[in-house]
């Protein structure tokens, strides 16, 4: 199986050796997202519910960049630097992705680039068509 790159205007600009999405058969996987404004590169300071909401923007444009949307996620990993922070999170996340329910796993770790509070990869099942 060919893993590539997928073109993401909408992603903010990588800051490492990295691609914001690949295509591995029929998956397209995204790397993390953290609060970056694609539009100016700067990190979206504030709480872990308007973090989170800059976070599932970004997603949402690579998911569009990508011919693909909300219902297309199969697994999602959430980043949080503070399980405190899990329910204003959440309540952004149910909001995306509304009755679509993908499978997930939230971790708490110690930190994350450029101090972000949230991060979230995510997989999306994609058939080559």
Not at 23 to 37: E, F, K, S, T, Y
Not at 102 to 120: F, M, N, Q
Request: aromatic share 6%; hydrophobic share 45%.
């Amino acid at each position: 199986m060919t893993v590539s790159p997928v073109p993401t205007p909408s992603a903010p600009a990588v800051a490492g050796p990295y691609s914001p999405a690949v295509r591995a058969g029929d998956w397209l996987i995204l790397a993390g997202q953290v609060p970056l404004d694609p539009a100016t590169g700067q990190f979206v300071t504030g709480d872990a519910a308007t973090q989170a909401r800059r976070v599932l923007d970004n997603i949402l444009g690579v998911l569009a960049d990508c011919g693909a949307s909300v219902v297309d996620v199969a697994k999602t990993t959430v980043f949080v630097t503070d399980l405190g922070d899990f329910a204003a999170m959440n309540d952004v996340y149910a909001e995306v992705f509304g009755d679509h329910r993908p499978a997930r796993s939230t971790v708490e770790v110690s930190a994350l680039p450029g101090g972000a509070k949230v991060e979230i990869e995510t997989w999306v099942y994609l058939p080559v068509t």
